[in-house]
Nanobody, 125 residues
Framework: QVQLVESGGGLVQTGGSLRLSCAAS????????MAWFRQAPGTEREFVAA????????NYADSVKGRFTISRDNTNNMVYLQMNSLKPDDAAVYYC??????????????????WGQGTQVTVSS
């Protein structure tokens, strides 16, 4: 079992930056591929970024490539999402997610077994 707690959301102006953090509990954290998803009101949850268990490979949605960076610290059971050049379209609740141990990354929500409660990101124009 993995429990996930996100933090770092808030209000930022267009063009600004935020760093989201996801704290994970559980002894097997380093074996889990991790991802960030987001969901705006009235829309489906969408993939943002994912990282393999080792951190050696990442995957990004086209809409955030070059602006967002996912990273992880397996020593401290943390996953991060650095978000730069934020746009109003980036506003959403951001969720941290983990796959079952030993499975590589996925880009669909049903590929993840564990979810945090979400953190709100608001971007003012």
């Amino acid at each position: 079992q993995v429990q996930l707690v996100e933090s770092g959301g808030g209000l930022v102006q267009t063009g600004g930056s935020l760093r989201l953090s996801c704290a994970a509990s559980g002894r097997t954290f380093s074996a889990h591929a991790m991802a960030w998803f987001r969901q705006a009101p009235g829309t489906e949850r969408e993939f943002v970024a994912a990282i393999t268990w080792s951190g050696g490979s990442t995957n990004y949605a086209d809409s955030v490539k070059g602006r967002f960076t996912i990273s992880r610290d397996n020593t401290n059971n943390m996953v991060y999402l650095q978000m730069n050049s934020l746009k109003p379209d980036d506003a959403a609740v951001y969720y941290c997610a983990a796959r079952r141990p030993g499975i590589t990354i996925a880009t669909i929500p049903t590929g993840y077994n564990y979810w945090g409660q979400g953190t709100q990101v608001t971007v003012s124009s």
